[in-house]
């Protein structure tokens, strides 16, 4: 049987730059408690990581875990970004902050601050995913067009709103999004947003050689760059049997034993330790 890994595969820069600064934070303080405030990425293997050095995440309502935490403590804010009220909260607290956002999710959120003084801001992503809400704390002008919802447009006012979105969403759906918006809002700016590591992973996975007929998806349900990949996998290959799994014990020798050509497509934040695990069973 033949395997082919699909690239960039392990931790995408983001992900390494979070677990830098968490384990960062705990060498600093290694005799005090360190929260993250959430899951610092999606990936309950790396949270179980973090566990064992003895990180607390803290996966619960951000405004009831922040104040469960003691004054003058030390708080990780997640690579998704956050809420921009937790920064007052966690002042008022006296929190020795470390901010583990991911540079691209950074860059995002100061594009639409920087918008929302003067204009109507469209935000494409997940309701109640971290990103969605760190964008939405911003102004009262930014509007969530959420991909499992119809969007309402009576809401914006402007007739230039800048579009901005989630940067791990699908890129074969961002793209039916945006046309539906300029055909409602012919002068809406779009601001491609897509992080440049999910759309190569998604577009390796879409440009499959034609030989393969089993498609593997490495990551945690969580993870919304994860699920992309699999939504890619089924939509853009139907005729190919394609699973999604967080790790080896999940990969059943039903699904490959007949295989003779499988593609493995992994998370940004599902680890090469992952990923060999499942590559050595494949080969057994």
Request: aromatic residues 6%; charged residues 20%.
């Amino acid at each position: 049987m033949k395997v082919t890994i699909l690239e960039p595969k392990g931790y995408c820069s983001g992900v390494s730059n979070a677990l830098r600064i968490a384990l960062k934070a705990k060498q600093e303080h290694p005799t005090e408690n360190v929260y993250v405030l959430g899951m610092l990425v999606h990936n309950q293997v790396v949270i179980n990581l973090l566990n064992e050095k003895g990180i607390i995440t803290l996966n619960g309502n951000h405004y009831e875990e922040i104040n469960y935490i003691p004054n003058k403590s030390v708080v990780v804010f997640t690579a998704h970004g956050h809420e921009i009220e937790l920064d007052k909260i966690a002042n008022d607290k006296q929190l020795i902050v470390y901010d583990a956002i991911c540079p691209k999710v950074k860059n995002n959120l100061t594009l639409i601050m920087n918008e929302t003084n003067h204009n109507d801001v469209i935000f494409i992503g997940i309701k109640n995913h971290p990103e969605s809400n760190a964008a939405l704390s911003l102004g009262k002008n930014i509007f969530l067009y959420d991909i499992h919802s119809d969007f309402n447009y009576s809401n914006i006012k402007s007739l230039s709103p800048l579009v901005v979105n989630q940067t791990t969403l699908n890129i074969l759906e961002i793209q039916k999004i945006y046309k539906e918006i300029l055909k409602n809002i012919p002068g809406a700016h779009i601001q491609d947003e897509i992080c440049n590591t999910t759309r190569i992973r998604q577009t390796s996975l879409i440009n499959l050689d034609n030989t393969v007929d089993g498609i593997i998806i490495i990551g945690d349900k969580l993870s919304s760059n994860t699920n992309r990949l699999f939504e890619i996998s089924r939509s853009a290959h139907p005729n190919i049997e394609s699973i999604m799994i967080n790790d080896v014990k999940e990969l059943d020798e039903s699904f490959y034993k007949n295989k003779k050509h499988i593609a493995i497509s992994s998370g940004a934040s599902t680890s090469e330790v992952t990923l060999n695990a499942i590559l050595e069973k494949l080969s057994i």
